[in-house]
């Protein structure tokens, strides 16, 4: 199995920053892809913003300009610079990996626990 650590979250004034980290561990070929999901109390899940192993990145609309999504492939390990907060941005953040983790197998979807993040004065 692969399983995926997130650090990172807390509570942070709005106008803030927060840096997410989430890191990827056990047997792994590669990871295709990695990314980070919100969900909001009442709300469906959401991409924040994903990477690929290539460097091409998507982002929220509601998160552009502020939020940076960067990886580190030798480490497995994704990032989210989290600037300017809002009050919007309050949710449960969760960490997702496409994983190839056999040379001859496709890839494979897997999530972290979550981390809270809390943008309140």
């Known amino acids: 199995q692969v399983q995926l650590g997130e650090s990172g979250g807390g509570l942070v004034q709005p106008g803030g920053s927060l840096r997410l980290s989430c890191a990827a561990s056990?047997?792994?070929?590669?990871?295709?892809?990695m990314g980070w999901y919100r969900q909001a109390p009442g709300k469906e899940r959401e991409l924040v913003a994903a990477?690929?192993?290539?460097?091409?990145?998507n982002y929220a609309d509601s998160v552009k300009g502020r939020f940076t999504i960067s990886r580190d492939n030798a480490e497995n390990t994704v990032y989210l610079q989290m600037n300017s907060l809002k009050p919007e941005d309050t949710a449960v953040y969760y960490c997702?990996?496409?994983?190839?983790?056999?040379?001859?197998?496709?890839?494979?979807?897997?999530w972290g626990q979550g981390t809270q993040v809390t943008v309140s004065s």
């Open positions: 997702n990996a496409d994983v190839k983790v056999r040379l001859w197998s496709g890839s494979t979807d897997y």
């Open positions: 990477i690929t192993s290539g460097g091409t990145t």
């Open positions: 056990g047997s792994i070929v590669v990871i295709k892809s």
